[in-house]
């Protein structure tokens, strides 16, 4: 226990940021500090004060209110941001952060986290029930799942889908939904069965176009093989690459298409002491 103490976690002689509190008890066995009377500081300056509260000191997380965000600027202006941490198993946990927004109303914000045998995750979502900067535009909302796994060593999962209420979206608020490039949205996923000498991979791939007139084409789906054989013929090498893709568009003036791509290749590494040469050759086949 601990009288007029400060903490933080920051370097000796450091007070970028601390708590100051007239009690501090430290609990070593839970990892848990109760703190009587605090003040939060930010490079010595009182930003916050508090009568009571409790945090980890350790790797334990817990469930509670973390510190909120305060802004002001001409799209939204006052902005009051609070996140609410949910510490729901040592595997799951999530995020959800009320945020109030002067000129537009108030939105929730929710990150959920996992890990699975099927893999690690994150899914987000956003909602605002009626922007009242852009009430005809009604309500608005965001939502992205990204997975990544491995099952049994020799599936493989991959998932980047997201999705938003309307192409303005991101101009009239910040987000942080999926992955954009170029004035789109990815949604996308593949599954692959993977082996020591060959794999197999079937994806699929769209995309949610934010901008006026323009309707890319979807893959839907690709199938690939690959083949890999390493001294196939004395210190030969042998690689075989194909795929098959299926693209199809939502623009009727443009056309469909299948393509058929097959590429076999032959090298021979050879390499020394200090030196390391590796000629090949292969044959590209491609069909529409």
Not at 51 to 64: A, L, N
Not at 121 to 132: I, N, R
Not at 258 to 269: D, F, M, Y
Request: net charge negative; aromatic share 16%.
């Amino acid at each position: 226990q601990l009288e007029d103490a400060s903490f933080t976690t920051c370097p000796v002689d450091d007070n970028s940021w601390r708590f100051k509190a007239s009690d501090i008890e430290l609990d070593q066995s839970d990892e848990w500090a109760t703190f009587y009377n605090a003040r939060f500081e930010v490079l010595d300056v009182p930003i916050f004060y508090l009568p009571y509260i409790t945090v980890p000191v350790g790797d334990q997380r817990k469930t509670g209110v973390l510190i909120p965000s305060v802004a002001l600027d001409s799209k939204n202006g006052f902005e009051l941001s609070v996140p609410i941490y949910w510490n729901i198993a040592p595997n799951y946990d999530a995020t959800t952060t009320i945020n109030y927004m002067e000129k537009r109303g108030t939105q929730l914000e929710s990150e959920f986290r996992y890990l699975t045998e099927l893999g690690v995750g994150k899914v987000d979502l956003e909602f605002l029930g009626s922007d009242d900067k852009f009430q005809e535009k009604g309500a608005r909302w965001g939502a992205s799942w990204i997975h990544s796994g491995i099952f049994r060593k020799h599936w493989k999962f991959e998932i980047d889908y997201s999705q938003v209420s309307d192409i303005d979206y991101f101009q009239d608020l910040n987000s942080n939904i999926g992955t954009r490039d170029e004035g789109q949205l990815s949604q996308s996923g593949e599954v692959s069965y993977r082996s020591q000498d060959w794999d197999l991979t079937m994806r699929v791939r769209d995309f949610q176009v934010l901008v006026e007139n323009q309707t890319p084409y979807r893959l839907m789906p690709q199938v690939a093989f690959n083949y890999y054989a390493p001294q196939f013929y004395s210190t030969f090498d042998f690689n075989f690459y194909s795929h098959i893709s299926k693209f199809a568009t939502d623009d009727k003036a443009k056309p469909s298409a299948t393509r058929v791509h097959l590429e076999p290749k032959l090298s021979l590494p050879l390499s020394g002491t200090w030196w390391s040469l590796t000629p090949e050759t292969s044959l590209l086949y491609t069909y529409y």
